[in-house]
């Protein structure tokens, strides 16, 4: 089976990819290093029927990149909800602060500068969903630190979990292992129910009980 192939066909026949993010895409595969980095157009359709099916109105995410899946979840954002997105890499802003404005979504958005592993504690919530997707690493760090400020109810979103699935892979290398070992920690949670899709690179959904 061509995972790939399936995806294209899956992306064909769903909600079709927003002209602003399509430009936005090309920009950032024109651009940046490492252009894969943004979630693209499958995954910002769950991303936003995620937003809009739970009715989240304070959304928080972890990795900004170029803006991709900040402005799928602010499509589906009511007027009065927002955004606060966090990036470690200034230089990123020529594209993220572009799309933001071209959408007419920017005053929904709010935007900071710096390491998440720090601002992220400065941020009181509470949130309805909170999308984790920087330093895989830091995983198991950004989740106990966001989880007392998630709404019952509310939903955390961790990408990247299965690395390209190297999380099958015996043994594993150390950056795998501390994937595969947050994940293993996460079923064990009765904090939270799981939800692990193999979509892309993998996305986990945890629901906060
Ligand atoms: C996978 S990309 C995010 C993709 C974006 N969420 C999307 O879906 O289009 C990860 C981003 O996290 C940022 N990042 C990595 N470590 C960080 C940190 N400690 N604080 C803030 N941002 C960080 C990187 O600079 C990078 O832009």
């Not at 064909?12 to 002209?19: E, R």
């Not at 890499?89 to 007419?104: C, V």
């Amino acid at each position: 089976m061509d995972l790939e192939a399936l995806t294209r066909y899956c992306e064909g026949v769903s909600l079709p990819q927003a002209a602003i993010l399509q430009e936005l895409e090309r920009e950032t595969n024109l651009k940046t290093l490492k252009p894969r980095m943004l979630s693209g157009h499958l995954q910002g359709n769950v991303l936003y029927f995620l937003v809009q099916i739970s009715g989240a109105k304070h959304i928080l995410e972890i990795g900004t990149f170029t803006g991709y899946a900040t402005l799928a979840m602010a499509y589906a954002l009511s007027p009065d909800g927002h955004i606060t997105t966090i990036e470690a890499n200034p230089e990123l802003a020529f594209i993220s602060d572009k799309y933001f404005k071209k959408s007419g979504l920017s005053a929904q958005i709010h935007q900071i500068f710096g390491d998440a592993k720090e601002e992220v504690n400065k941020l009181s919530g509470p949130f309805d969903l909170v999308f984790i997707d920087a330093g895989k690493k830091d995983n198991a760090y950004y989740y106990e630190a966001v989880l007392p400020k998630v709404k019952s109810g509310g939903l955390i979103l961790v990408d990247n979990v299965l690395w390209s699935g190297k999380v099958l892979d015996d043994p594993m290398d150390k950056h795998t292992q501390i994937i595969h070992d947050f994940n293993t920690q996460m079923s064990a949670d009765s904090r939270v129910e799981s939800l692990y899709l193999p979509m892309r690179d993998g996305l986990a959904i945890f629901r906060k009980k």
